[in-house]
C-alpha cells in the first residue's frame, strides 16, 4: 500500500514564523502535491511538482514555496505565517495518469 | 470560477437504500473524473473513476455515471452502509500529460441512517 506521510498532525504557529510543512511518500511517485482543505471550499492545489526540482504553481500559491530535493520528499513552505493561512494541508502523491493518494492532513493554526 | 460543483452540501439516507451524489462541471477540455470519500481526521481515499469515453464504470455497491452532453456525473451508492458515513469530493482532470492535476468539488456529506 502507498503510505503518505505527513509530519505533523497538529502545528500551532504565530503570525509572521516561517513555517514547514513536510510530506514523505515511499512508492516512487513522481508526482507530489499540496493542497488545502477549508470549509466550503473543497480542496484547493497550492503547488505540485512533477520531478526532483521541478515545481508548478496550482491554484492558490500566494504566500507559499516549496522545495523537492529528493524524489520521496515534498516540502511547503509558509514565508510568513498569516492568520488567513489557518487551514488543513494535504500532502498528496502519484505516478502518471494515475490517482492520487494523500497523506492523513495537517491541521495548521495561526495565532 | 468554481469548474467542479457539487450544489448538494449534505445528503441522508436510510440504510440498504440508494445514495446519489451529484457533480457537475464546466471545463469540457476535462477527460477524466474521479470520487474520493474523506473520514474526519484522516486524508481523502480514492473511490472510483471515469474516462470520458465511458459513460458507467461499476465496482462493487459504488457506479459513477457521467453525462458528457450535461457536463454531470454522479455517484450511487448501493445498498448504503452507515461506514459509508462521510464526505465525498468529486475531481476532474484535463489530460495533461504526466501531473495528474486535479480540480476539486466543495464535498458533499453523506450521512447513512441506520
Known amino acids: 500500500d502507498v503510505k503518505v506521510t505527513q509530519s505533523s498532525r497538529y502545528l500551532v504557529k504565530r503570525t509572521g514564523e516561517k513555517v514547514f510543512l513536510e510530506c514523505v511518500q515511499d512508492?516512487?511517485?513522481?508526482?507530489m502535491f499540496w493542497y488545502r482543505q477549508d470549509p466550503g471550499l473543497g480542496l484547493r492545489l497550492i503547488y505540485f511538482s512533477y520531478d526532483v526540482k521541478m515545481k508548478e504553481k496550482g491554484d492558490i500559491p500566494e504566500g507559499y514555496s516549496v522545495s523537492r530535493e529528493k524524489k520521496e520528499r515534498f516540502s511547503l513552505i509558509l514565508e510568513s505565517a498569516s492568520t488567513n493561512q489557518t487551514s488543513m494541508y494535504l500532502c498528496?502523491?502519484?505516478?502518471?495518469?494515475?490517482?492520487?493518494?494523500f497523506g492523513d492532513g495537517t491541521r495548521l493554526s495561526i495565532l | 470560477d468554481q469548474q467542479v460543483k457539487q450544489n448538494s452540501p449534505s445528503l441522508s439516507v436510510q440504510e440498504g437504500r440508494i445514495s446519489i451524489l451529484n457533480c457537475d462541471y464546466t471545463n469540457s477540455m476535462f477527460d477524466y473524473f474521479l470520487w474520493y470519500k474523506k473520514y474526519p481526521a484522516e486524508g481523502p481515499t480514492f473511490l472510483i473513476s471515469i474516462s470520458s469515453i465511458k459513460d458507467k464504470n461499476e465496482d462493487g455497491r459504488f457506479t459513477v455515471f457521467l453525462n458528457k452532453s450535461a457536463k454531470h456525473l454522479s455517484l450511487h451508492i448501493v445498498p448504503s452502509q452507515p461506514g459509508d458515513s462521510a464526505v465525498y469530493f468529486c475531481a476532474a482532470s484535463a489530460n495533461d500529460g504526466a501531473t495528474n492535476k486535479l480540480i476539486f468539488g466543495t464535498g458533499t456529506l453523506l450521512a447513512v441512517q441506520p
Open positions: 512508492m516512487d511517485h513522481e508526482n
Open positions: 498528496a502523491s502519484s505516478l502518471s495518469l494515475q490517482p492520487q493518494h
